[in-house]
């Protein structure tokens, strides 16, 4: 099932990289992360009262402490790097860096928690990520980004940073989320999430247009439909992954979302699949076969 959850959340939050992506001309990257953390906590919390789930459990409060710090390095932190470069560089270039997820994932893995990959997932892992660089990077492309621009630079620096702290705040509560609900955990760590950005935005020079963006617009109208997809469903998903497998494998599942957004992109924005992408395709799915059954 934990592969499932991480294959499961990997589509959902490219569809919500989509909408995210036409968000972006409306929010600031602060107030995006805002909004769409507002979203899920609400949602969260809704789910846990009808299901009776308890928001105040026994745990020790380290395991407190240890999912409010992922929640602030994993949704503060990541987040507001990830959109900064989404609206810098845009979805495809997006799908690139994001690749970088993977091998950060299995770096803090071996580090923290001394998982260690068998022939099929480290072959599965380099099939995912071959497929990633094949479906986005192609000659013609790599012939328009000759000059690279100072706005170029700093997206893929903070998409850098962003799938850095997104892979350790994850690693980081490995160990808790296989003793606790996978709903609860969730709702500490965007609890945390939301209490640190609104802090960053009342704390910012520039914090009277992050509130004045929150306000009720046509914007919402790709911005709710994102924020339930890629940061309630997508983010479920994804802890559950991360619950029921091993860290290392769901990152491998997770970072087929760069391949979903390229058939994404195709069917809803009318970009053509070419060659390249259909064999990215085909790696990706024997990637991800690889993973789960070995």
């Known amino acids: 099932m934990g592969s499932v959850f991480a294959l499961s959340s990997a589509f959902f939050w490219a569809c919500g990289v989509i909408l995210f992506a036409k968000s972006g001309d409306n929010f600031s990257p602060i107030s995006l992360n805002i909004y769409k953390s507002i979203v899920a906590l609400v949602l969260v919390t809704l789910t ?79 099939l995912v990520l071959s497929a990633v660089f094949v479906g986005s990077v192609t000659k013609k492309e790599m012939a328009k980004k000759n000059k690279i621009s100072r706005n ?45 950005l609104f802090v960053i935005a009342l704390c910012h020079p520039r914090r009277r247009q992050y509130f004045r963006e929150l306000k009720f617009s046509r914007a919402w109208i790709t911005a709710l439909p994102a924020s339930v997809c890629g940061n309630f469903v997508a983010l479920i998903l994804w802890v559950a ?15 087929m979302s760069s391949i979903f957004i390229f058939i994404l992109a195709a069917v809803f924005l009318k970009e053509k699949i070419t060659t390249n992408k259909i064999l990215a395709i085909c790696l990706a799915v024997t990637g991800a076969c690889l993973t789960i059954f070995t």
């Open 241 to 255: 992954g991360m619950k029921y497998t091993t860290a290392s494998q769901a990152a491998i599942l997770n970072q």
């Open 152 to 196: 170029t630079i700093l997206g893929i620096i903070s998409g850098i940073l962003a799938m850095v702290f997104l892979a350790l705040g994850i690693v980081i509560i490995k160990e808790v989320l296989e003793q606790s609900n996978v709903f609860w955990a969730t709702y500490v760590r965007v609890t945390a999430g939301c209490i640190s």
């Open 48 to 126: 846990m009262l009808i299901l009776h789930i308890p928001f105040f459990p026994e745990f020790p409060l380290n395991s407190w402490l240890l999912l409010a710090l992922s929640g602030f390095v994993g949704i503060t932190l990541a987040d507001i790097f990830f959109f900064t470069a989404l609206n810098k560089l845009g979805a495809g270039l997006v799908a690139i860096v994001e690749c970088l997820y993977l091998p950060s994932v299995l770096f803090f893995s071996f580090i923290l928690l001394d998982e260690k990959l068998g022939t099929g997932g480290i072959i599965g892992s380099l």
